[in-house]
């Protein structure tokens, strides 16, 4: 999927920090379900990938400057190959057509090593595990990790209908099986999703994880917070975030504070892109407000938060914003740059 990650905890302030890029051959690629390809990396020379945990995610280089975040689906023990499952959706940016459309078995392509935001909190007694639609693919991950080492876990997985439910062969001939409950959207009305009933009351040790389109997220979320379920036993993940500057916006400054450097960020521009133009570089991956790459504290002044990865707490200590959409309720943003 192309990802949107959020841990339960935030990360430390300031900008990430570029890593190389890896080449990978393509050595399957397969049809999962209706729009949904997977595409197995590889390294060219047969060697061994860099490791990786449950719930993390690569980079994606593509033709044209375009990089995506995909998160990986196989299981964390394989270290000779990363598996993705893409989406095909012609009203995105770009990324999901490029793959379905342009990338075949063979070729090349550049990653970055698997980042997590997105952590299994394996010390959990119970690991409750929803996913919807192609958001399977990092809950598929753990799955396969949470059954290797023997814990305690339960899966539910939704799907508009069984043609566009992608692993469903995969997950029914799994060792963990038994543990995995299957809705579709078009199914006996017995079978569907029930929220209300899998996160009705937290307990000690329980830990939830979700990911999937935003509505099922939200919804998600607003049950179990609504249920007295605290932060940290929330973890979940999004696909987008608001990229735009939104009807409501208006200009302002931000001010560095390193150098006393103030910068005007007009209607139409981000706060990352008005940087760039004046020749400041922020470390940035998804540009949506979701990966939480370019997260930078704020010193003074109110952020319009527009992101979808900081926490309702974390919003509301106006302490860091994610630059890349999120802008400024004050005329100046003091920022820690």
Known sequence: MNLIDRPATAPSSGAGVAGARLPVRVAA?????????????????????????????????LA????????????PGENH????????????????????DGVQVGDLLEISAPRNHFHLAEEAQHSLLLAGGIGVTPILCMAQRLSATGASFEMHYGARSRERMAFADHVAASSFAARVHMHLDDGPAVQRYDLAALLAAPRPGVHMYVCGPKGFIDAALQTAR????????????????????????????????RSGRVIKVDKEDTVTSALH???????????????????????DGVPDHRDLYLTPQERA?????????????????????
């Open 81 to 100: 190959r990363y598996r993705i499952a893409v989406l095909r959706d012609p009203g995105s940016r770009g990324g999901s057509v490029a793959l379905h």
């Open 64 to 75: 044209g400057g375009i990089t995506r975040q995909y998160s990986l689906c196989n299981d």
């Open 226 to 257: 609504g249920n007295g379920w605290p932060e940290d036993q929330l973890h979940y993940e999004f696909f987008a975030g608001d990229t735009g500057p939104g009807d409501a916006a208006e200009s302002f400054e931000v001010r560095l504070a």
């Open 29 to 61: 690629r397969r049809i999962e379900a209706l729009d949904i390809a997977s595409f197995e990396l590889v390294d060219p020379r047969g060697r061994e990938l860099p490791s990786f945990s449950a719930g993390s995610h690569i980079d994606v280089h």
């Open 317 to 337: 200590a106006n302490d860091q914003f994610l630059p890349c959409v999120s802008r400024s309720k004050s005329a100046v943003l003091v920022l820690d740059l």
């Open 277 to 299: 133009a004046c020749g400041i570089e922020l470390e940035t991956s998804c540009e949506q407000g979701v990966c939480g790459t370019c997260l930078t504290r704020v010193l």
